[in-house]
């Protein structure tokens, strides 16, 4: 079996990602890369990369036999914003550098996330379909959505088998997100645990798609071992946790610490929130290749505080 090699590892989902597959693969047979050094030792071979530099891509996958690529490093929502044009010159070419290896045959199995931030003001916003009205207004989800497109070309045309879930909000204990629009959802869990009021940048009532980070990889891997042939969306998937409000996860959180205390001030991200579904309809997820959530809020509050109090403790 060929290597494989995750691309933007030191991220949220990256560090979570890279235990499950050294847990599922041994260690021997991953190999991280990020472009900055990690700030503790990884179980698995790990190599400095740029996603954008096509030649450095070239020498790792020769140099460690790479069959199958996680493609995570992009520029999220929030800082999007503040940098249209470098963002979108790392979203999208560092995706079309991996699609053209896929092309070559030079890799035989392509992961690349898109987001619910394809969709946009014109979308519906309950229950979101897998094909609707996707006019994003966001420079975040202007990439992703044209991501989508060039991967169902890719694999139409040149018989790429690359595969794409639209991930929600994702929530996770291991590691701090960076400049996403849901990333309140996971600073909340870090000031409550250490006895701090959390200032929420989205109002109390913004209800979006969130998932347990435990249940996204558990998807992720699963759709990725999926036999090829029930793949049959190669755009990216609708992939469904939970819809809760900023309110509504306050609440939960006190039913477990009653003296956390939030407030609401907010700020130029609320209009990227407004732009996205509130929920999202995953039905093909499920029917073709099996998806099905575990985590609800409840489960997922309780896992978030107790991992993060021991952390704190020790
Ligand atoms: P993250 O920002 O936590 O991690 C991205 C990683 O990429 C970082 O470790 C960063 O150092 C690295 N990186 C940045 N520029 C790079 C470059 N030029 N070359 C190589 N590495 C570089 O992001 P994440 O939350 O782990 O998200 C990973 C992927 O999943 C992204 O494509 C994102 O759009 C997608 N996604 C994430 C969420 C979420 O809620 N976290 C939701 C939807 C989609
Ligand atoms: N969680 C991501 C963000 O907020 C959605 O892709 O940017």
Redesign the pocket.
């Known amino acids: 079996m060929g290597k494989i090699m995750v691309?933007?590892?030191?991220?949220?989902?990256?560090t979570e990602l890279v235990e499950a597959l050294v847990e599922k693969y041994g260690s021997e047979n991953i190999l991280a890369?990020?472009?900055?050094h990690p700030s503790q030792v990884l179980e698995c071979s790990f190599e400095i990369?740029?996603?954008?530099d096509s030649s450095r891509i070239d020498d790792l996958i020769a140099n460690y036999d790479v069959e199958v690529v996680y493609h995570?490093?992009?520029t999220?929502s929030a800082k999007a914003e503040s940098n249209p044009l470098g963002s979108w010159d790392?979203n999208m070419k560092?995706l079309m550098i991996f699609l053209e290896l896929g092309r070559e045959k030079r890799i035989k199995k392509f992961f690349w996330?898109?987001?619910?931030a394809v969709f946009g003001p014109s979308t519906p916003k309950n229950n979101t379909p897998q094909r609707t009205v996707s006019e994003p207004n966001t420079v975040y989800g202007i990439s992703?959505l044209a991501g989508e497109r060039w991967c169902e070309y890719y694999s139409e045309k040149y018989d790429v088998d690359v595969r794409s879930l639209r991930?929600?909000?994702?929530i996770g204990y291991k590691?701090l997100?960076?400049?996403?629009t849901?990333d309140y959802a996971v600073d909340i869990f870090h000031k409550a645990v250490s006895g701090e009021e959390f200032n929420c940048f989205l109002k109390e009532d913004c209800m979006l798609p969130m998932m347990y980070m435990k249940d996204a990889i558990r998807g992720t891997l699963q759709l990725m071992d999926a036999d090829s042939s029930s793949i049959r969306i190669r755009s990216s998937y609708n992939f469904s946790g939970i819809s809760f409000t900023p309110s509504q996860l306050a609440d939960e959180i006190k039913k477990i610490i009653p003296g956390f205390t939030i407030n609401y001030q907010p700020d130029s991200r609320q209009q990227i929130a407004d732009s996205w579904p509130s929920s999202i309809y995953d039905e093909e997820a499920r029917s073709h290749w099996g998806w099905k959530r575990e985590y609800d809020i409840e489960t997922m509050c309780k896992e978030m505080i107790f991992q993060l109090s021991q952390k704190v403790e020790s």
């Open positions: 691309v933007g590892a030191l991220g949220q989902i990256g890369t990020d472009i900055r990369l740029d996603a954008t995570l490093a992009a999220l790392l560092s996330p898109s987001s619910i992703k991930y929600p909000g994702l590691s997100p960076g400049g996403g849901t």
